[in-house]
């Protein structure tokens, strides 16, 4: 696996001295509030996709920018830390980084204010991020990789402006090193520059050269139905507009992306699992390296895997880890049906912990966590419409 995209080192100030509910009292100018040490983490879809599929054992490669700054030396230190942890049975490095440095910009960073009773305050420095262009992805690594997964292009300035320009010449160069190509968002800022961009226009011109796209459901939505979006973030309130998606519309947003040419297409449902669908076997023959061996088993399936039962710490990095957990199935071999519950697994294991990787559990343990019974969360699906796959965990939409 290759790895490329948004990266950012998270601080973390300790506020737990500060009483429940009196911050906002208590930070004012000329105040001095005393805090305990911090803690640093690092962030984006290089850190969340990238270190768990090392988590999974699985071989990945880390393209990232970086600043040539203090902060980036934190970065380094906790990737190295990371990595010298990750040694396979031969006594191989699983782990590597490749960093780009970019001396005239800061490291990307966010400053996390979290004190007690008071919902989170985020201080987040674009940096070098805003630098990241196609050129500074190392092609011949590529063309060494089964699978390359590109993360967040709203947060990275030079792949949506010009129309997507970046962004479409990257994974074209990427599909002729043959590698199989993969695709995740984030949720654009509405009131910012990437939120006023024509999303439409830039995934038509990419997702030609996309063979696996699997973005979040509010994510699709803001971008390819901007007014159903709209609709049912109005009606949800504060919650969450999943539980108001229906089987009905994500038919109609996967067939969407399989027409602009994806293969394999998938939405991230949060507590209501995760939806697969992917295409035919004659457009399954041009995937890349990364190809399962049976690609019948992969043609025409639309499938909906339930959420596992848990409690959840935090939902930081949740999707990453799912996509990680389903690439991961697929290099091993796997057929769609596990790889998706897979996906689910590895996800659940992420929410029950704050940060991103502490409820990570190794492939082995995770696959023997589901054999051993692990509860999921029911779903209403019509039984003239679905199947349930008891072996394998999922519902399979009938012909």
Known sequence: MVVAGHLCLDIFPDLTSIPEGKFTQLFKPGHLLEAGPAGFGVGGAVSNTGLTLARLGIPTHLVAKIGADPFADIVDAIFQRYAKARIDEHGMLILRTNFVVQPDAPTSYSLIISPPGVDRIFL??????????ANDVDFHALEEAAVFHFGYPPLLRQFYREGGRELSDLFHRARKTGVTTSLDLSLPDSSGEAGQVDWIAILAAVLPDVDIFLPSIEEILFMLRRHTYDVLQESTGSGSLVRLVTPELLHSLSSQLLDMGVKIAGFKLGERGFYLRTAGQKAL????????????????????????????????????????????????????????RAAVAVGACNVEAADAQSGLRSWKDTLARVAAGWNHHALDLSPADWAWDEDNGVWVEKA
Do not use: M, Y
């Not at 987040?124 to 262009?133: E, M």
């Open 124 to 133: 987040h420095c674009t940096g070098t991020n805003d630098t990241f262009v």
């Open 285 to 340: 023959e041009n995937l890349g390296r990364g190809s399962p061996a049976d690609l019948a088993a992969w043609a025409g399936q639309t499938l909906w895997a339930p959420a596992f039962k848990v409690e959840v710490a935090g939902t930081t990095g949740a999707g990453d880890s799912a996509i990680a957990g389903f690439l991961s199935g697929l290099l091993r071999g796997l057929g769609p049906r596990q790889a998706l």
